[in-house]
């Protein structure tokens, strides 16, 4: 499930996130948060509530909007919870702008919509719901700060993009993020070239079945440029990239792992079908552990 996808869904199922960094950052004081109504005062405490309740309550009004095809309503609602800081309203509104879904696409809004995700939920907790979405967003800044945008104040800066993608890699553990790390290093783009630390972000990715990290490491062994060739393990990375792979867009690896087999020897088939079966029984038992049916 992509993305987008996934956080409206998350915000049907009604889920609410409480962090008040997420929805009073429009708060211009505390006196702002009480209000007198016939002579009974309002907490902050109470008033807050009472916002998190209206913003949330407004997101998924705009996410319903959006699913009934009125999204110049859904965007005009969403930038009100936004204006509040409400997480996935401001992700909503970047992938909006970022695609030019329901409203002209403009990278410049969409760096602007991701850049304050990640100014204000950079230490969101690794295993909350909405840590996923913000770990993309510091993806979406680096792809941006890979080329920068046209005619805008965000010039291509391959140094900062290293950092945005480093941080989703290693503080969210974000395997899209380990790919595009491990890419960087492996082309020597925004710092050295390095492949012991492009192998190393490779399989990190890999281990949590990130296809292009599977068939990337897949190739980097079967080719011996990390050292001498390791036609097994190559194989067990590419049938498990291959294992449902695009017959069109995911071509190349389904090609390349027919010729690495093609290429190996009897006994590096006979260590790749011992290798895989290991990663199963790892996989069948973690899921196991987590409650998972495998």
């Known amino acids: 499930m992509r993305t987008s996808e996934t956080v409206t869904t998350y915000l049907l199922a009604g889920l609410r996130i409480t962090l008040l960094t997420y929805l009073c950052a429009g708060a211009a004081s505390a006196s702002d948060l009480v209000s007198s109504t016939g002579g009974k005062t309002e907490s902050a405490e109470e008033k807050s509530e009472g916002m998190i309740e209206s913003v949330v309550e407004a997101t998924?009004?705009?996410?319903?909007?959006?699913?009934?095809?009125?999204?110049?309503?859904?965007?005009a609602t969403l930038e009100v919870a936004a204006k509040q800081g409400h997480a996935p309203a401001l992700w909503k509104l970047a992938r909006m702008n970022a695609d030019g879904d329901g409203v002209p696409r403009n990278e410049v809004k969409a760096y602007s919509y991701f850049s304050r995700l990640c100014d204000e939920n950079a230490d969101e907790l690794p295993d909350s719901a909405m840590a996923p979405f913000i770990a993309a967003s510091f993806n979406a800044l680096g792809h941006y700060y890979l080329k920068g945008i046209t005619n805008s104040a965000v010039k291509a800066n391959p140094e900062r993009a290293r950092e945005m993608f480093s941080y989703s890699a290693t503080y969210f553990g974000d395997r899209d993020a380990q790919y595009y790390l491990g890419k960087l290093y492996l082309d020597g783009i925004g710092g050295n070239k390095d492949v012991k630390q492009a192998v190393r972000w490779l399989n990190l990715s890999s281990e949590k079945g990130h296809r292009l990290s599977q068939a990337t490491l897949g190739e980097l062994l079967a080719s011996g440029k990390v050292g001498s060739k390791q036609r097994a393990r190559a194989i067990m990375w590419l049938t498990l990239a291959s294992d449902g792979a695009d017959p069109e867009k995911d071509a190349w690896i389904l090609d390349l792992n027919k010729k690495v087999i093609s290429e190996a020897t009897e006994n590096d088939r006979i260590a790749a079908k011992a290798y895989l079966d290991r990663w199963s029984s790892r996989k069948t038992a973690t899921m196991a552990g987590s409650g998972v049916t495998p």
Not at 63 to 75: F, I, Q, T
């Open 60 to 75: 998924k009004s705009a996410v319903r909007e959006y699913l009934a095809g009125n999204k110049e309503s859904a965007v």
